[in-house]
C-alpha cells in the first residue's frame, strides 16, 4: 500500500523523531521540515536585523491574509472570504455575534451535546451576553432540533467532525435545513481542514471557524482562522473592534470605521512568530489533492479499524468512530476501561495518540506524513500491551491531563 | 554616561544589528539573544521531535501563568493577578464586560480623545454591546469628567502612558478619583510596562492589559496580558468563555465551569511559538532594577530634547511631548510639516524611529540597549539630513503604511 501511495513523498516535507509513529496529527500537526528555516530567518533576520522595519519589508502585516488565502483553498471557499487571527475559541464568539447581530428577532442557537467543549462553553457565554437560548441536541436529533426551533431560530453551531468519535456532519445538509428554517449555520472545521476536502461555497455556510494546529501543522496554538461568506461581508458586525479591522489601521483615526471585508475580524496585531510558522506549513499543500488525501486517509483508518478487530478481539476495546469510512474523518476512536494507562504505555513505545476522559483512545491519521505500515506496526505494538499488561503500572495509571 | 550606566552591560543580551540605532523598542523591541537559542529549541527540538508530548514535557501548558507571573514582577502585582494570553485589544474587551458586569446599574464609561487607537474602537464597540455611554474627555479634562459622570460612572479606562506624546498619566490620582465615584479603572500599560516602574496594587487598580512586543521584547505580535486585582478575582466574568479558562479544560466536560482565578481570562490554546518568545524575553529583566531602567529611560530622553534644542533650532520641530521628565514615558515626539518623509530619511541612515499619522517622528529610548552615544549619533544624523534637505525625495515622500 505504501508503494502505491501518490502521497507517500510528502512524508519527506516533515521532520518526525526516530522511534516514533505519530498518530496525534489531529492534536498537534508534525513539524514541516521549511519552517525550521523560516522560524529561523523570521526571528534571527526579519525580528533580529529587520526589526520595526519588517512589517513592512518582510512582508509581515498582510500575513493574516495570506494565509485565510492558503486556507481558502483547502476550505471551498474565496481567499477574500478567510482571514487567520485570533484562537478558534475567539473567533466563534466574534463568528456567532456577528451571525446573531443579522437577525436579532431570532432567539435559538442550537448545538449539540458532544460538541468540542469550548464550543460549548463560547455558546453559553453568547447566550447570556445576547439574550439568546442555546438548545443542545443529542447527537443524533439535531435535525428534530433544527426543526423544531422553526422561525425562533437564529442560527446553528457544529462542529464538522466530532473530536472524539470522528463523526463527519453533513454539513451540505444541516446548512440546508437550517437555511429551510430562515436562520444561518456556523461550522467549525478544527477537525477537518487540512484532511476532508471542505466545500463552504458549496454547502452555503454562512459563517465557520478552524484550527490552525491540527492538521493544518502550523505548530503549537498556531492562529485560527474565519470564514465570512460573501453575502454577509457588507453587512456583518463584530463585537470587538480592533485597530486591525479598522478600514485604515494605520491612520489613527479616532473612530471606528469597520473594514469593507473579511479583515474586520481581525482585532489586534498577529502573533506573528506563531502566524510565519502556520503560513510557511500551508506551502505543503500547495500541490495536494485534498480528495487523494481523503482517499488515504480513510484507508489509513480502515486498515487499523480491520487490524484491531483481527488482532484485539476480546480485549475489551469498542470501536468509538463510525465503522463506515464517509461518515469518519481522519481519525479512528476506541474506548476501553483502562484506556487511560494503555495510552500511556503506548506513548512509552513511542506510539503517539491521545487518550479524552473518560475511556476514549483516539488515533488520528494524517495522510501527509503516516505509512501504512505504521498502522500495522502500531497494531502490533498495541497488541504487546494488552498481552503483556504492560499498561498495569502506577506510573500509567496517574492521571496527568494532556491536550 | 556610558561609562557610568549601571545598565550598560544589558546591551550585550540584546542582537542589534550593525549601522542600525535603533529608536522604535516602544514599537517592536529589540531580540534578546536569548530568544535565538530558545526558538530553535521551541521548534526543533520541542514541536519537532517532542511533539504533542510538549505541552506537558517541556511545560508548555502552564507558559501563560509563568509569564504572567514574570510580568506582574514588573507591574507591581501579586503573581496569581496576572496572565499572558490573546492580544491587547482582545484582552481589553474582556476587562470592559467583565468592569461592567460587576456593576451593572452604572452606564457611562470615561475614557479620552487622544487615547490609543484601538483602546477607543473596543470601547465603542463594548458601549455598543453592553448599552452603556462612552464619554471621550479631552486629555486635560479627564478628572473633570470622572466627576460629571458622579453615580453613573461604571468605570474609567485610559492608557497609562500615551503612545502619541508619551505624556503619563498619574495612575494612582486618577484610579482613586474614579474609586470615589464608585467606579472602577481600567489601564493599558502597553507603553509602559518593561520601561516605567508601573504599581498596580499600590495604585489600586481593578484591571489592566499590556503588550507583550514592545519594551517586554517579546517578538512580533506577542501575546498580550490582563489584570486583575485579588478582590475581583473571585466575582469577575468575563464574555469569551474558552475552554483554557474552564477550571478543568482537559476534563471535557459539557458545561462551563469558570476557574476560580485569572485563568479564567484564557480563552483558547495559547499561540505557543510567539508565548515561548515573549516568555524567554522577559528573563533579560530578571535582574533589572526597574527605577535604574526609569532613570536610564528619563535621562536618554533628556539627553535627546537637549541636542534637539541645540542642534535643530529653526528647523521647523516642536516637541510634542512633555517636557518634564516625570510627564514623559520611554519616548519623546517631535512633530514637524515633513514629518514623513524626515523619519524615510533617517530610517535609510540607520535611524529607526517612527511616524504616527500625521506629523509625529516618534524616538522610543529603551534603556536596556540604547547607549547614550546613540542619542548623540541620532541627532547628529537628524541635523545632517535637515541640512542636506535628504529628506525632501519622491521615494521618502510616498506614503507607506508602518507600525
Sequence with gaps: MDAADPLAGKREAFWLPDGVIYLDGNSLGALP????????????????????RSWTDAGWYP??????AAIARLAGAKPEEVIVCDSTSVNLFKALVAALRLQPERKVVVSERGNFPTD???????????????????????????????????????????????????????????????????WDLSHSTGTLPVELNACGVDFAVGCGYKYLNGGPGAPGFIYV?????????????????????????????????????????APQLSLIALEEALAVFDDVDMTQLRAKGSALGECFIRLVDQELAGQGFSLASPREAALRGSQVSLTHPEGYAIMQALIARGVIGDFRAPDVLRFGFAGLYLRYVEVWDAVAVLKEVMSSRAWDRPAFKAWKAVT
Tied chains: 1, 2.
Design 33 to 52: 521540515r521549511r519552517v525550521m528555516a523560516r522560524m529561523r530567518r523570521a526571528v534571527e533576520e526579519e525580528w533580529g536585523n529587520g526589526l520595526v
Design 63 to 68: 500575513a493574516p491574509q495570506r494565509a485565510g
Design 120 to 186: 460549548l462553553y463560547v455558546n453559553e457565554g453568547v447566550a447570556e451576553l445576547m439574550d439568546v437560548e442555546l438548545r443542545c441536541a443529542e447527537p443524533g436529533d439535531i435535525e428534530t432540533a433544527i426543526r423544531a426551533a422553526g422561525s425562533d431560530l437564529a442560527l446553528v453551531q457544529l462542529t464538522h467532525v466530532n473530536y472524539r468519535s470522528g463523526l463527519v456532519h453533513d454539513m451540505a445538509r444541516i446548512t440546508r435545513l437550517a437555511h429551510q428554517q430562515g436562520a444561518l449555520a456556523i
Design 229 to 269: 461568506a460573501t453575502q454577509h461581508l457588507p453587512s456583518f458586525r463584530q463585537p470587538i473592534q480592533g485597530w486591525h479591522g479598522h478600514a485604515s489601521p494605520f491612520a489613527f483615526d479616532h473612530d471606528y470605521t469597520p473594514h469593507p471585508g473579511v479583515d474586520r475580524m481581525l482585532v489586534g496585531t
